[in-house]
């Protein structure tokens, strides 16, 4: 097995949504934002070499949204998905597996691109691209709250096509070296990979731990739909990587991609940060 941190770029949203009920004094020590209250954040996916198969975990903003759309977001940075694809040594077109942790834009706007004819179509046209079924609902029947976050041009040509596979709640994921942690706070039946790589345990944390700076429990993000459920999932999960050793990969952490955590007198709390490619 081999593991590539994939960026695509980073975004900016509002501190104050990211970290909700925290007050700036205390979230802006981790991440400073700008005058307009803004923090800069990562679209890290990571692209997972197992036998014969390629999987790619969440691919980012994307490139079809207009003009309008990019500005509310700012995307900067030089990295994209077809250059770290790229740089990792495939294409799109090399990917058999389209894992999606949830629907939200920044998670999988880059699942499906426009051609000249600015028809929809795949991104990765060879891949089964893998969601679950309650979340699927969840998305294609948006609540109010969320329906800015799961844009249908995002979704609804991956089932068009004939491509979409349901991943069953049991947490097989059908992967032998993968399994699946369901976690309901953020969005309803987020999945979040674990990873079996040599004599270490990878989870892919996706929303429910966006940053270093959110290990704390009560730094949940005024996103999540069910706040309180995101701080008993963290707890559980938390107490179990810091008494196993988990590998923490950070989706949207602006400078750190990986960590671990610890047991201390005020809770689990961040423990080591390194690069991906230190533990490869």
Known sequence: MNLHAINTGFFKLDGGAMFGVVPKSLWQRTNPADEN???????????????????LIDNGLGKKQSEKFFSYYYLHGDDSLEKSLHSAGFTA?????????????DHCGGSIKYDEEKTSVLTFRNAIYWSNESHWKWATDP?????ASFLQENIIPIQESGHLEFIPLSGKSGFENI???????????QMLPMIRYKDQTIVFIADMLPSAGHIQLSYVMGYDTRPLITMAEKKVFLDEAADKG?????????INECCTVKHTE???RLDQVFKLQDII
């Open 93 to 105: 077109d090399d990917v058999t597996d389209m894992f999606l942790t949830h629907l939200h834009f």
């Open 179 to 189: 399994e699946v942690i369901f976690a309901d706070g953020h969005t309803d039946k």
């Open 266 to 268: 005020k809770g689990v």
């Open 246 to 254: 988990y590998i923490l990969f950070l989706e949207h952490d602006p």
């Open 143 to 147: 609540n109010p709250r969320e329906k």
């Open 37 to 55: 209250n803004l923090c800069t954040w990562a679209m890290r996916c990571l692209l997972v070499e197992d036998g014969d198969h390629l999987i």
